[in-house]
């Protein structure tokens, strides 16, 4: 779990398996997007560091943050081992904020109920605009990079689970 103090980029290497044999679903949401680039350039990276073929790497973009869950649950059917579910929703002045955070979270939550392809939230939902920037690359690192060892990590349960 993320500390406020801790860089979210950080992560032993040596600890996190190849990902050589694994196809990876990035869906991006387009809302915030100087954020969301931030976290896809993270995870897409960091796969990439960890063994993911680039070939193996599909994106798909939605409009908005509540459409991830759409834009996954179709990214699931695509043969992938994993899902990295990219989205940043900012706090505003109306409710509109707690709705789409909350509806986003349940929608990710059934689709890792649902089917047996992870998805990983990678969904900022900050106060302030500075937030969403210290961690999408800025002083806190990039949660991206964190969704894509949770994403390997994952792949790699679920190809144990069926071994």
């Not at 939605?62 to 579910?85: H, R, T």
């Not at 900012?90 to 707690?98: A, N, S």
């Not at 990678?122 to 605009?129: E, Y």
């Amino acid at each position: 779990m993320a500390t406020a103090n801790k860089n979210l980029s950080e992560y032993d290497k040596n600890t996190i398996p190849n990902a050589k044999n694994f196809r990876f679903g990035i869906v991006v949401s387009e809302w915030n997007g100087t954020i969301t680039e931030g976290l896809f350039k993270g995870a897409y990276q960091t796969l990439l560091d960890n063994g993911a073929q680039e070939s193996n790497i599909i994106r798909y973009n939605v409009p908005g943050s509540f459409e991830l869950i759409y834009g996954c649950k179709k990214m699931q059917q695509n043969k992938v081992d994993a899902v990295i579910a990219i989205g940043s929703v900012i706090q505003g002045e109306t409710k509109h904020f707690d709705f789409v955070c909350k509806g986003v979270t349940q929608g990710i939550k059934d689709l890792n109920i649902l089917h047996n392809v992870p998805v990983i939230f990678c969904v900022l939902t900050d106060n302030t605009m500075q937030q969403a920037i210290d961690r999408s690359g800025g002083k806190h690192g990039n949660k991206g990079t964190e969704a894509a060892v949770a994403a390997i990590k994952m792949a790699t349960l679920e190809k144990q689970s069926h071994s």
